[in-house]
């Protein structure tokens, strides 16, 4: 018997930076671990909704363009929110319109309903990027490989998560466990981005998954400036909303007796804005800040507080990128990308006397200890992994050098 071959072609793309100024995933692949798909493939790559340029959106980004022939998904898309996936249009659902987009949450229970109005496209490779029900979706005629930025954690985990906490909730919570278990039974493979993650996917669905960071602009976070740092100020960086819990910088810096600056955007602002008034050191608010602020931010701030259990959490990446050491509860994404007493200080707790003593714990550490364990999470790092991840499990459509 003539063994069977396939034909195959790289994955590249002709871009170089995208809107942000950060070099292109393709652009700067190292060529030799660049997917390669066979010629013939149907692929398609799926997110559960682009509503910001979020630690989530980027990785579908990633992996769009590692993949430039595959068809885009997502249950819906705000068009504010620019993606570099070339030419390409994103697919959505009959939940992308703007009443449902701004109360989204009132959608959660029917989008499994969305992903399966798709029907099933028989596509040769799925790749999903999850965080909700994504992995519901049943356009796989061959292999679904899921990427896991956490379990539903309203449904899972609602101590972290309280939109699914309240007893009323209890028989819908209940109905969409066992959808969301059932489905987990059909994807082929998983990736978490964090170790904290890929536990959760094994306590919930009983399932194994390879860790695969997300990719974070490293390079452009580390670049250095002539200027020596100032270091003479709190961080806080993150959305204005409650659970990101940043009104803690502002109290944990008043109890050491330091400036704070808190960076972001959102609807919780009022409560930073009495915070800030009730504060005895001074408090900056900087609103939507660019990209080169943000840097700037990072590279003279005393440390980092970041005050919230993320599933991993780029920000405190950014901010090691940049040199600065962070302050954190040693629980979620953060065990990964911290190292205590190395490139931060772990709490036992959250709270502002924790962060507090963080912040005093934290003169000790080097800026070049700092970046040495941001260069851990670039995107080429990302690339390699997701790369051998993709060849590993697409049972030959997509191969690897």
């Keep these: 018997m003539v063994p069977q071959t396939h034909q195959f072609v790289r994955a590249t793309s002709n871009s170089v930076t995208d809107s942000r100024g950060s070099v292109g995933v393709a652009a700067h692949q190292d060529l030799s671990t660049a997917p390669i798909v066979r010629e013939s493939a149907r692929i398609a790559v799926l997110h559960e909704w682009v509503a910001a340029y979020a630690g989530s ?24 929110v620019k993606l570099d996936v070339g030419a390409r249009r994103i697919r959505t659902t009959f939940l992308d319109r703007q009443t449902l987009r701004s109360r989204r949450h009132l959608t959660l229970p ?27 979706n049943r356009l796989a005629a061959g292999v679904h490989l ?6 539903a954690r309203y449904l899972w985990s609602p101590e972290i998560d309280a939109r699914g906490a309240a007893w009323y909730l209890g028989p819908v919570r209940a109905a969409l466990r066992r959808l969301d278990l059932a489905a987990s039974e059909m994807v082929t493979a998983y990736a978490a981005n964090s170790t904290a993650v890929a536990e959760r996917i094994e306590k919930f669905w009983g399932r194994d ?3 695969i960071h997300p990719p974070v602009r490293v390079g452009f976070f580390s670049e250095t400036s002539p200027r020596a740092p100032t270091r003479d100020y709190v961080l806080g960086v993150g959305r204005w909303i409650p659970y990101k819990n940043l009104h803690l910088v502002i109290a944990a810096a008043d109890l050491a007796g330091l400036p704070v600056k808190i960076a972001g955007r959102g609807a919780d602002k009022s409560r930073l804005v009495a915070a800030a008034a009730d504060a005895t050191v001074p408090v900056e608010l900087i609103e939507s ?20 259990i993320e599933d991993f ?6 901010a090691q990128a940049a040199g600065t050491p962070v302050v954190a509860p040693a629980q979620g994404g953060v065990l990964d990308t911290i190292v205590d007493g190395i490139s931060g200080v772990l709490t036992r707790n959250v709270s502002a006397d924790q962060f507090a003593a963080g912040i005093r714990d934290c003169t000790s550490i080097t800026e070049h ?3 040495q ?29």
């Design 289 to 308: 800040p660019s990209d080169d602020q943000l840097r700037s931010l990072y590279r003279n701030a005393a440390c980092l507080v970041f005050p919230t």
């Design 369 to 371: 200890d700092c970046r």
């Design 313 to 318: 959490g780029i920000v405190p990446v950014e």
């Design 373 to 401: 364990s941001s260069f851990r999470f670039d995107e080429l790092t990302f690339e390699r992994e997701m790369a051998r991840w993709l060849f590993e499990y697409s049972s030959g459509t997509i191969g690897h050098l």
């Design 57 to 80: 959106e980027q990785v579908f980004e990633a992996i769009a363009r590692m993949l430039p022939s595959a068809d885009l998904i997502a249950l819906s898309y705000e068009p504010t």
């Design 146 to 151: 899921c990427y896991v930025h956490s379990p």
């Design 209 to 211: 998954s390879t860790v």
């Design 110 to 136: 029917i989008m499994p309903i969305a992903w399966r109005s798709l029907g099933t496209a028989n596509y040769d490779v799925v790749v999903s990027s999850h965080h909700a029900f994504a992995h519901t």
